[in-house]
C-alpha cells in the first residue's frame, strides 16, 4: 500500500469523554507523561476478565506527571502501531483500516515532515485519578472489529504502541522530541452473542463490512444483514447503484444445489453485468452519493439488504452458502477541487455461511 496516499485519519481528532467509571489501562511513564486507553461505554470495571467490547470505539488521553504541558500526535500511519492475537494466540489479521495504523510508525523521525502531516494536540494536565468523577477529554480510536478481522468468539489480547511528541526531556534546550512508550495490553472480548460481519478485499483504497444480527460466525436465514463502505482516500466521491445493478447474489444449499430465487431475489443484481459507466446506467438504476471529503474518517452509515428468507426458497434445514457481490462507482477531487472520472469498483464475491435450523 502506497502511505504517500493513505488518508490522515481524523477520527483522532474528535473530542469525546470518559467518565471515571469506565475501565482503563495506562501506559508506562516516559518523561513524566502517560497515555490512558479506556472505553466509556463498557462495564468492564465490574466484569472478571476487565475487557472492553469488540464492537466498541475506545479513547486516548495523555496525562502527565510533571504539570501541564502540550501533547501533539501525528497521523495514524506514525503515531499508533497494533497488533492483535486472538483466543487461539495467533496474530489476528488487520482489515484494510487497521493496515494504517502504524504502518510509518519506525520511520517516524527519518519522516518527520511527512509526520507531521495531519497532526493535531491534546492538553496533558494532572494525574490520571479513576476515581474521578469529573468527566475526562479524550481522543477517539476506531473500535477493534474495524480494524481487525475477529472471526473468532473469546478473549482477545490488543497491543498498542503509541508515539506522541511532548516536552524535551532538557528543560534548557526546550521544544518537542518523540516520545515513545511501550506496547500496552488491553483485553477485548468478542461474545458468543456478537453478531455476524465479515469484510471485503480493497478495491483502489474503498472496502466494505457486511454486518448481521446472528452469531458464532453464521448468519441466518431470517437474517438482515447490512452493508457499509470503507474508504481510505479523502476528497473520494462513491455512488452505490440499487438493488437490481450493484448487487448480485447466489445461494447454494446444504446438497450443494443452487437454491431457486423467489420474490425480490429474482431482481437483485439482473442489471449487474450491464453496468459499464455512470453516463450509460441500465434504465431505471439509481445511483446514491457516498460522500469521504475526510477518507476514512467519513463513517457512512449501514445500509439494509433484503432478508435472505425473502429471495431464496429455502425449503431445507442446514447450512446455506451465500455468495454476495457489489459493485459501485468511485471518484477522486482533483487539488483544485475538480471531480475525477467514474471508476467502477467491483469486489470479489464475499462468501457468507447461513443456517436454516
Known amino acids: 500500500m502506497n502511505t504517500d496516499k493513505l488518508?490522515?485519519?481524523f477520527i483522532a481528532s474528535n473530542l469525546a469523554a470518559v467518565s471515571g467509571g469506565s475501565a482503563?489501562?495506562?501506559?508506562?511513564?516516559?518523561?513524566?507523561?502517560y497515555v490512558v486507553v479506556a472505553c466509556p461505554w463498557s462495564n468492564a470495571r465490574n466484569s472478571s476478565?476487565?475487557?472492553i467490547p469488540y464492537d466498541q470505539t475506545f479513547l486516548w488521553c495523555p496525562y502527565s506527571n510533571v504539570g501541564y504541558c502540550e501533547i501533539y500526535y501525528s497521523n495514524p500511519n506514525y503515531a499508533f502501531r497494533m497488533k492483535m492475537f486472538g483466543p487461539d494466540g495467533k496474530e489476528t489479521a488487520k482489515t484494510a483500516l487497521g493496515?494504517?495504523?502504524?504502518?510509518r510508525f519506525d520511520?517516524?523521525?527519518?519522516e518527520s515532515d511527512k509526520a507531521s502531516k495531519g497532526s493535531g494536540s491534546i492538553n496533558a494536565q494532572g494525574r490520571y485519578d479513576p476515581e474521578d468523577g469529573d468527566r475526562i477529554p479524550g481522543r477517539f480510536l476506531p473500535s477493534p472489529k474495524d480494524m481487525f478481522q475477529m472471526d473468532q468468539n473469546g478473549l482477545?489480547?490488543?497491543?498498542?504502541e503509541f508515539q506522541l511528541n511532548g516536552p524535551h526531556k532538557d528543560t534548557n534546550q526546550g521544544g518537542l522530541e518523540l516520545l515513545r512508550f511501550p506496547p500496552l495490553e488491553i483485553a477485548v472480548e468478542k461474545p458468543l452473542t456478537a453478531p455476524f460481519f465479515v469484510f471485503s478485499a480493497t478495491n483502489q483504497g474503498v472496502y466494505i463490512s457486511i454486518i448481521g444480527t446472528k452469531s458464532n460466525g453464521l448468519t441466518g436465514f431470517d437474517d438482515g444483514l447490512q452493508w457499509r463502505v470503507f474508504c481510505e482516500s479523502q476528497y473520494s466521491m462513491l455512488h452505490s447503484l440499487d438493488l437490481p445493478s450493484g448487487f448480485k447474489m447466489n445461494l447454494t444449499g446444504p446438497d450443494g444445489k443452487e437454491v431457486p430465487k423467489i420474490g425480490p431475489g429474482k431482481t437483485i443484481g439482473v442489471n449487474f453485468e450491464a453496468v459499464k459507466t455512470m453516463e450509460k446506467l441500465p434504465p431505471g438504476a439509481i445511483a446514491s452519493e457516498l460522500n469521504f471529503t475526510?477518507?476514512?474518517g467519513d463513517i457512512v452509515g449501514a445500509n439494509p439488504l433484503q432478508r435472505i428468507e425473502d429471495c431464496f426458497a429455502m425449503d431445507k434445514p442446514g447450512i446455506y452458502t451465500l455468495e454476495l457481490q457489489i459493485q459501485l462507482f468511485r471518484n477522486k477531487y482533483s487539488a483544485a477541487g475538480?471531480?475525477?472520472p467514474e471508476e467502477l469498483l467491483r469486489f470479489p464475491p464475499m462468501t457468507i455461511k447461513l443456517n436454516r435450523p
Open 107 to 110: 520511520h517516524a523521525v527519518d
Open 24 to 33: 482503563a489501562a495506562l501506559t508506562a511513564t516516559n518523561n513524566g507523561i
Open 294 to 296: 475526510s477518507g476514512i
Open 7 to 9: 488518508l490522515v485519519f
Open 338 to 340: 475538480e471531480p475525477g
Open 99 to 103: 493496515q494504517q495504523y502504524g504502518s
Open 156 to 160: 482477545y489480547r490488543l497491543e498498542i
Open 49 to 51: 476478565n476487565r475487557s
